[in-house]
């Protein structure tokens, strides 16, 4: 058996000295004793796998909805995507591999149910009630929701490390402050990783399942240089005829560029600024990030993304489904904030304890698999459901 000390001193002779080291840990916010065969961020990211947020990941919405079809992606196969992505790019630039993953694996957890539309509905419903984002409910999870481990804390008491991953963890849909956490000094490379592993992998995918959808055109797809050079690729590769190999080879090419490009791009920054610390990169960090692509490639990935949001996202059958949704998350939180024995027993009770009440709601409906809410709107308003 390899014991914990011998993986952490692996770690210190494998890992670039801008890494994180799991044996150099700020530690958790509720002292535990070490593992005897895991590090610090192996725990976190096994905590993380077993929790019931991360379960319910598999109910919920990433473009399409639950109940469109079995083989669109949801947030636990794009978390599970992300992972692996993250991990790849880690291991090439000599990173920690578990601090990626867990961050990756835990990403995610705070989304509400019906995808993006679902989250802005909550933000309008929470706006004058102290706010909500899909990453500080993240956090929120992982810090206080989750209940595996009382009474010696609630959480999962993650390491600083990837509770501060997940601070910063940014997207252009969320922009998080959290109480308890500095934000003055940058992300980590693990968390940087992680963020574009999660642009990556959803840039991928998402024209995967637009395509498979019928929704996004070929035609409208090539809009995209980054897409046509994949198509390209592709199609010299792949025999005439074979549509499903030909996607699928599409969508790997996509993925391989954006990955090749990271890197090279982000190996030629670390080489010119010469790191030889974390806190060389937080201090950095907190300027520009360090991982990013290369400034011709950033401008083919956004216009990837411009592509996706016109011809795909904004489809009136993707938005016919997202404004129905947010019409249940609405109809939904105005019955539980005025009616909130409606809701089960602990959430109740966190309101007797003097727990504000939009807060436990807007908890209640945030952790809902999509077709959950869908039952529970159907037993506050169909007249034939119980």
């Known amino acids: ?170 997207t252009d849909y969320d922009k998080p402050l959290f109480k308890g956490l500095t934000t003055r000094e940058g992300p980590s490379l693990e968390a940087q990783v992680a963020n574009y592993a999660d642009e990556i992998s959803y840039n991928s995918h998402d024209v995967d399942d637009g395509l498979y959808s019928g929704l996004l055109k070929p035609e409208a797809a090539r809009e995209s240089e980054l897409f046509r050079e994949a198509e390209d690729h592709a199609r010299a590769n792949v025999p005439a005829g074979e549509e499903d190999l030909l996607r699928y080879q599409i969508v790997r090419r996509l993925k391989d560029l954006q990955v090749t490009d990271l890197l090279q791009h982000t190996s030629q920054r670390l080489a010119r600024e010469g790191f030889t610390s974390v806190q060389d990169v937080l201090a950095y960090a907190g300027k520009e990030p360090v991982v990013d692509f290369s400034p011709a490639f950033k401008a083919k990935v956004k216009s990837l993304k411009l592509m996706l949001f016109h011809k795909l996202y904004m489809h009136r059958t993707v938005r016919r489904g997202m404004e129905k949704s947010t019409r249940f998350m609405k109809a939904m939180f105005e019955r539980y904030v005025s009616e909130p024995y409606l809701m089960p027993g602990g959430f109740v009770k966190r309101i007797e304890a003097r727990e504000r009440t939009h807060r436990v709601v807007c908890d209640y409906i945030a952790g809902m698999t999509d077709r959950y809410a869908l039952e529970q709107y159907k037993k506050l308003f169909d007249p034939d459901t119980w």
Not at 43 to 68: G, M, P, S
């Open 1 to 170: 058996m390899i014991p914990r000390a011998q993986l952490e001193a692996l770690e210190d002779s494998a890992l670039a000295p801008y890494a994180m080291h799991a044996g150099k840990s700020v530690g958790r916010a509720f002292p535990e004793d070490e593992h005897p065969y895991r590090t610090c961020f192996q725990r976190d990211r096994d905590r993380i796998i077993h929790c019931a947020a991360f379960r319910r990941l598999e109910y919920k919405t990433q473009v399409f909805l639950n109940w469109q079809g079995d083989h669109f992606r949801t947030r636990l196969t794009h978390t599970i995507e992300v992972a692996q992505a993250a991990r790849t790019i880690a291991r090439a630039l000599a990173l920690n591999e578990d601090l990626c993953e867990a961050i990756s694996l835990a990403h995610d957890l705070g989304h509400t149910p019906f995808g993006h539309a679902g989250e802005h509905a909550m933000r309008d419903l929470m706006r004058d009630h102290g706010g909500y984002e899909h990453n500080g409910q993240s956090l929120r999870i992982v810090d206080t929701l989750e209940r595996h481990y009382l009474p010696r804390f609630a959480g999962l008491n993650l390491t600083h490390e990837v509770r501060h991953g997940l601070m910063k963890h940014v």
